[in-house]
């Protein structure tokens, strides 16, 4: 079954450095999405994704935060300052077509610590 | 490593016993709703979905119930096996690209 696949899948990094998250779509899939999910706490859209721009975010995906998809195949999620409240599990997911539930993809997450 | 949702409420059923989470949700624009089901170290995984005209639907071994009037879903999952034990998030669609997702509960299956 084609999956989302995301790296890395532990990320430590120090107060105030930027990361990169990165992730690969199923590959026919036209739609990307980044949530996070903090420790003990929902799991919170941060933005999607479609045709090379940004369709919606959420008011967590501040300046500090961007998305890019580099080549036909990557999607990453960067974030360029990183605060302790940074810290939590991070989702990319896509879907086919938009608001599609049975298609809608999450991968296995990467966690990012910031120290 | 250290899981997610540590101070989720927990459902404990024995095995084979039937099992209902149940969510609220907020929107009453949301017309389509999707259960997920999460491992540790795992991303969500769809179970079931269920549009805002329907008031039920089933699947294998799951059934979920829309009750619009109060904005509550619930999931119900016949025969608990091991295998179920995750949490549980229930999330609402009310536009067309994000997914709101409840907090979550987590569901122990004991032997």
């Not at chain 1, 929902?42 to 940004?54: A, Q, T």
């Not at chain 1, 959420?58 to 300046?63: G, L, M, V």
């Not at chain 2, 404990?12 to 017309?31: K, L, M, T």
Request: glycine residues 8%; contains cysteine; aromatic residues 12%.
């Amino acid at each position: 079954e084609p999956e989302v696949t995301q790296t890395p899948s532990h990320q430590v990094t120090q107060m105030g450095q930027e990361v990169i998250l990165r992730c690969v779509p199923i590959s026919n899939h036209l739609y990307f999405y980044w949530y996070r999910q903090i420790l003990g706490q929902k799991v919170e859209f941060l933005v999607s994704f479609y045709n090379n721009e940004i369709s919606e975010k959420s008011e967590i995906f501040d300046d500090q935060f961007s998305v890019e998809r580099p080549d036909g195949s990557n999607f990453t999620l960067k974030i360029r300052s990183t605060k302790l409240e940074d810290s939590a599990m991070y989702f990319c997911a896509s879907s086919e077509s938009a608001g599609q539930g049975r298609g809608y993809t999450f991968g296995s997450g990467t966690r990012l610590t910031v120290v | 490593g250290e899981s997610v949702g540590l101070h989720l409420p927990t459902l404990s059923v024995q095995e084979g016993d039937n099992s209902i989470i149940n969510c609220a949700y907020s929107n009453s624009a949301s017309d389509y709703f999707i259960w997920y089901k999460q491992e540790s170290g795992k991303g969500p995984q769809f179970i079931i979905d269920i549009r805002s005209n329907m008031d039920k639907r089933q699947g294998q071994r799951v059934t979920v119930l829309l009750n619009k009037t109060v904005k509550h879903l619930s999931l119900q999952i016949a025969a608990t096996q091991p295998g179920d034990s995750a949490v549980y998030f229930c999330a609402e669609i009310p536009g067309t690209y994000k997914y709101i997702f409840g907090t979550g509960t987590r569901l122990k299956v004991l032997a």
